[in-house]
């Protein structure tokens, strides 16, 4: 049944879930008949793991419930994480160390009069889809440029971000318009908006005064605040 899944909608699978159950087919029964037999069903199982809770009011929970047992079970099974930004992918191997990934392009640009080159590498963190853009100039050692006095200038920005400009190279030269007219900060928050302002230290109330001890209690305090007379010694004769 599992191999049917991929050409069923969202809407169809819960009903085929429902009947299942209606059958007096057991949960445990329903979720090996319909577990992923490839990658790909895989996949899209898991991508369907978040939006099965619209469904919630229109199908029963137990259905809506199984299909999200399933989408985790396939996730779980291929090796598949979920996204910050929602996109299913697979998880890194444990014990595998990361390597720094090699530009997916690079070219040149002119920036305040001069050429520097840009690399652009996608995707530099493993499972995220952070893009790494390094704008450096061309000479052996690097020379100050327009955009850094070291030579190097580099920011992370994700790779939605420079799809939505029209692609790296569009993206490089809006960016360096930005920094040469000091926009740089709004530029940036057009697209990825501010970050979270920080939230104000609280501050301790001061403790307050201490009232008056009054009655029996401010005569025995007032007693033991007098200052007591010295002791005098008697002369022996």
């Given at each position: 049944m599992?191999?049917?899944?991929q050409t069923?909608?969202?809407?169809?699978t819960?009903?085929?879930?429902?009947q299942r159950?209606?059958?007096?087919?057991t949960?445990?029964?329903?979720?090996?008949e319909?577990?992923?037999?490839?990658?790909?069903?895989?996949?899209?199982?898991?991508?369907?793991?978040?939006?099965?809770?619209?469904f919630?009011?229109?199908?029963?929970d137990?259905?809506?419930s199984?299909?999200r047992?399933?989408?985790?079970?396939?996730?779980?099974?291929?090796r598949?994480?979920?996204?910050?930004?929602?996109?299913?992918?697979?998880?890194?191997?444990?014990?595998?160390?990361?390597?720094?990934?090699?530009?997916a392009?690079?070219?040149?640009?002119?920036?305040?009069g001069?050429?520097?080159?840009?690399?652009?590498?996608?995707?530099?963190?493993?499972?995220?889809?952070?893009?790494?853009?390094?704008?450096?100039?061309?000479?052996?050692?690097?020379?100050?440029?327009?955009l850094?006095?070291t030579?190097?200038y580099?920011?992370?920005?994700?790779h939605?971000?420079?799809?939505?400009?029209?692609?790296?190279?569009?993206?490089?030269?809006?960016?360096a318009?930005?920094?040469?007219?000091?926009?740089?900060?709004?530029?940036?928050e057009?697209?990825?908006?501010?970050?979270?302002?920080?939230?104000?230290?609280?501050?301790?109330?001061?403790?307050?005064?201490?009232a008056?001890?009054?009655?029996?209690?401010?005569?025995?305090?007032?007693?033991?605040?007098?200052?007591k007379?010295?002791?005098?010694q008697?002369?022996?004769?």
């Amino acid at each position: 049944m599992s191999e049917l899944f991929q050409t069923r909608s969202p809407q169809e699978t819960l009903l085929s879930i429902q009947q299942r159950l209606s059958q007096a087919a057991t949960p445990a029964a329903v979720v090996e008949e319909m577990l992923p037999r490839s990658r790909d069903e895989a996949l899209l199982w898991g991508r369907r793991l978040s939006g099965w809770e619209e469904f919630r009011g229109r199908y029963p929970d137990q259905a809506i419930s199984l299909a999200r047992v399933i989408s985790r079970r396939a996730m779980q099974q291929y090796r598949l994480i979920l996204r910050q930004d929602g996109c299913v992918v697979e998880s890194r191997a444990e014990g595998k160390g990361w390597k720094t990934p090699r530009p997916a392009a690079s070219f040149p640009l002119k920036v305040g009069g001069e050429e520097v080159r840009v690399e652009y590498t996608t995707r530099y963190f493993p499972n995220d889809d952070t893009a790494l853009v390094y704008i450096v100039s061309p000479h052996e050692p690097p020379q100050a440029h327009a955009l850094s006095e070291t030579g190097h200038y580099s920011r992370f920005v994700p790779h939605d971000v420079v799809e939505a400009c029209g692609g790296p190279q569009a993206y490089a030269a809006l960016l360096a318009d930005a920094c040469l007219r000091g926009r740089e900060k709004e530029f940036t928050e057009a697209f990825e908006g501010a970050p979270p302002a920080a939230e104000p230290k609280r501050h301790r109330p001061a403790n307050p005064p201490i009232a008056e001890a009054t009655g029996y209690v401010g005569r025995v305090m007032a007693d033991k605040e007098k200052p007591k007379e010295p002791h005098q010694q008697g002369m022996l004769f």
